[in-house]
């Protein structure tokens, strides 16, 4: 590995940039999430159509852990600028790289990150209720989410092998909207898949719905896109205002739902 080295900005991680490979240093706190991101990529090394960061070296400092890993070559999605025939080929690789993950086996040590998924998604409501107020949900509308999800017969559907987080930082392309690569698996656990879309159609369909179906195109499967929405809903990091909606029946729309 060879500097310079320049520290990225964001993100709770620390994480230096190099010509040809990333040192990521995790707090002391989310020790857990370095080895699930580190099983997610030997897991899946060499079997999704874009390829992930190869793990160069690692080790720990003073209790941070850390890991080195190649550097992949594109652009982030939202960094792109991409013109919409662009965006639509990225969505479509973005849900064709899904399927392919959703077809492997999770290590065990990420299978038995969230037994009860449900459960977690009940526990986190309170932190995602407060970050829904904050970005302009009405109070009535959140306060009425659970209820009517539940009025939904929310599905929890088939358990895969997700990556959980899978929006437009973590897809790299390139300038034709080929996806190049995908970052960021510290989020990695068996969830439903419904779940596992969640984030690429609202940050990278972000609204337009010919984007959305080319998600979904892309992962060849049949999906309950009312259950997507729920999800949406109570996905701890979804951001709904990216998707331009204010309540569950305008995401529904967006969805097609």
């Known amino acids: ?47 999704v159509p874009a390829p992930v960061p190869e793990i160069l070296a690692e080790g720990e400092v003073d209790g941070w852990p850390w890991v080195a890993l190649s550097r992949l070559r594109g652009t982030p999605l939202l960094e792109s600028g991409l013109d919409r025939t662009g965006r639509l080929r990225a969505a479509h690789q973005a849900g064709e790289w899904l399927a392919a993950l959703h077809a492997i086996a999770a290590p065990p040590s990420i299978a038995a990150r969230r037994p009860n998924f449900a459960r977690w998604l009940l526990d986190a409501w309170p932190d995602t209720r407060e970050r ?92 309950n896109r009312r259950d997507v929405a729920a999800h949406a809903l109570l996905h701890p990091w979804a951001e709904l205002a990216a998707f331009g909606v204010k309540d569950l029946d305008a995401l529904l729309v967006k969805l097609g739902a």
């Open 132 to 223: 829904h107020l904050h970005e302009g949900l009405a109070t009535a509308i959140v306060d009425a989410s659970p209820e009517r999800v539940a009025a939904m017969g929310l599905t929890v559907g088939d358990a895969v092998f997700a990556h959980a987080d899978l929006h437009d930082e973590n897809l790299l392309v390139d300038e034709h909207g080929k996806l190049t690569g995908v970052l960021d698996f510290g989020d990695a656990a068996v969830a439903p898949i419904a779940f596992d879309l969640v984030a690429p159609v609202v940050h990278v369909g972000r609204g337009d719905r010919a984007v959305i179906d080319a998600i979904f195109a892309g992962l060849g499967r049949a999906v």
């Open 1 to 47: 590995m060879r500097g310079p080295w320049e520290r990225a900005s964001g993100g709770l991680n620390v994480v230096w940039l190099g010509p040809d490979a990333v040192i990521k240093c995790y707090l002391p706190r989310d020790a857990d999430e370095a080895r699930y991101e580190r099983d997610a990529l030997r897991a899946i090394a060499g079997r």
